[in-house]
């Protein structure tokens, strides 16, 4: 089954830089449209960005528009998450994802990594 893993969280103070990984176990997910999630305690998760198998179709969530930047690189079966200009609303536990299609839909994605832990200090 296809694995996805989380890397690059931790603890920034608002203003400042993350960069989360997520690499694929196979191959085929050169093939697969990727998406980060994100989670914080007490609230539903929500839809932060995605990717199309290309890199060429990104969409986000009005909410880190301008801040984050979503790519990949398709050689190293991996997908990338830029956070820039961190607020404490931010902190979350974020989620990789990869479904069929580009979706801000969580139900839409098929595996999900174990995700990984953004705290942003005030």
């Known amino acids: 089954q296809m694995q996805l893993v989380e890397s690059g969280g931790g603890l920034v103070q608002a203003g400042g830089s993350l960069r989360l990984s997520c690499t694929s176990s196979e191959h085929i997910d050169s093939r697969r449209a990727r998406a980060w999630f994100r989670q914080a305690p007490g609230k539903e998760r929500e839809f932060v960005a995605t990717i199309g198998r290309s890199g060429g179709d990104t969409r986000y969530a009005d909410s880190v528009k301008g801040r984050f930047t979503i790519s990949r690189d398709t050689t190293e079966n991996t997908v990338y998450l830029q956070m820039n200009s961190l607020k404490p609303e931010d902190t979350a536990v974020y989620y990789c994802?990869?479904?069929?299609?580009?979706?801000?839909?969580?139900?839409?994605?098929?595996?999900w990594g174990q995700g990984t832990q953004v705290t942003v200090s005030s």
């Open positions: 994802a990869a479904g069929l299609t580009t979706s801000r839909v969580p139900y839409d994605y098929l595996y």
